[in-house]
């Protein structure tokens, strides 16, 4: 099992930025890739960003090109840098860990996008 701890959400502006971080601790060598998924109230939680140990990305359609997913393999973090922040941004933000079949989740982080 692999604990993650979240931080760095909070309120900005659109057109504004935030840098979400996740620290991973526990059964790290088990780890495959990283990711960051959200959940807007009343929707399914979706993949945001998603990174594996070689480094390759991917990225949800509708974030490509103002977010960017960056990982430091010794220190054990991941984080989600977010730029020219929209309202439908607006969600709790979750860090997750993928080992094989199944994955770790955070407890999440708000991020608000007032228009």
């Known amino acids: 099992q692999v604990q993650l701890v979240e931080s760095g959400g909070g309120f900005v502006q659109a057109g504004g930025s935030l840098r979400l971080s996740c620290a991973a601790s526990?059964?790290?060598?088990?780890?495959?890739?990283m990711a960051w998924y959200r959940q807007a109230p009343g929707k399914q939680r979706d993949l945001v960003a998603e990174?594996?140990?070689?480094?390759?990305?991917d990225y949800a359609d509708s974030v490509k090109g103002r977010f960017t997913i960056s990982r430091d393999n010794a220190k054990n973090t991941v984080s989600l840098q977010m730029n020219s922040l929209k309202p439908e941004d607006t969600a709790v933000y979750y860090c997750?860990?993928?080992?094989?079949?199944?994955?770790?989740w955070g407890q999440g982080t708000q991020v608000t996008v007032s228009s």
């Open positions: 990174i594996t140990n070689g480094g390759s990305t």
């Open positions: 526990g059964r790290r060598f088990s780890i495959n890739a």
């Open positions: 997750y860990a993928r080992l094989g079949a199944r994955g770790d």
